[in-house]
C-alpha cells in the first residue's frame, strides 16, 4: 500500500533554512514521481515541487524557484525539500504527495496519494 510520511518541519527565523523529507513506501521507484504542496488555513493547497522518478527533471512553482531544492534518494525511498531563505509567507502546512509532473504544474485535485503533512512556520 502506498505511503508517504514528511519531517522536518518547524519553526524558523526568516532568512532561515529548513530542509523536509518525505519518506515514501508501496511506491514503484522506477516510474513514480513525488512532488511537495503547501496551504495555508483558508486557501487552497498549491503545488510548491516536483520530482521524477529518476530525479532528473525537477519542477519549482515562482514562490520556490531560487531558493528551494528538491532532491531524491531511491535507494532509501526518501524525497527531500530543502527550503532556503524562508519567508514569512512560506508559513504553512507542506505535504508530501503523489503523482505530480516535473514538467509543468500539477492541480492538487490530480493526487492519488498525500502525506499527513508537517508545520512549517517562518517567523522572528
Known amino acids: 500500500q502506498e505511503r508517504l510520511v514528511e519531517s522536518g518541519g518547524g519553526l524558523v527565523q526568516p532568512g532561515g533554512s529548513l530542509t523536509l523529507s518525505c519518506t515514501t513506501s508501496?511506491?514503484?521507484?522506477?516510474?513514480?514521481?513525488i512532488g511537495w504542496f503547501r496551504q495555508v488555513a483558508g486557501k487552497e493547497r498549491e503545488e510548491v515541487s516536483c520530482?521524477?522518478?529518476?530525479?532528473?527533471?525537477?519542477y519549482y512553482s515562482d514562490s520556490a524557484k531560487g531558493r528551494f531544492t528538491i532532491s531524491r534518494d531511491k535507494d532509501k525511498n526518501l524525497v527531500h525539500l530543502e527550503m532556503n531563505n524562508l519567508k514569512p509567507e512560506d508559513t504553512a502546512v507542506y505535504y508530501c504527495?503523489?503523482?505530480?509532473?516535473?514538467?509543468?504544474?500539477?492541480?492538487?485535485?490530480?493526487?492519488?496519494?498525500w502525506g499527513r503533512g508537517t508545520q512549517v512556520t517562518v517567523s522572528s
Open positions: 504527495a503523489s503523482p505530480c509532473s516535473s514538467w509543468y504544474p500539477w492541480d492538487a485535485s490530480e493526487v492519488d496519494y
Open positions: 520530482i521524477n522518478a529518476d530525479g532528473v527533471s525537477r
Open positions: 508501496g511506491f514503484t521507484p522506477d516510474w513514480d514521481a
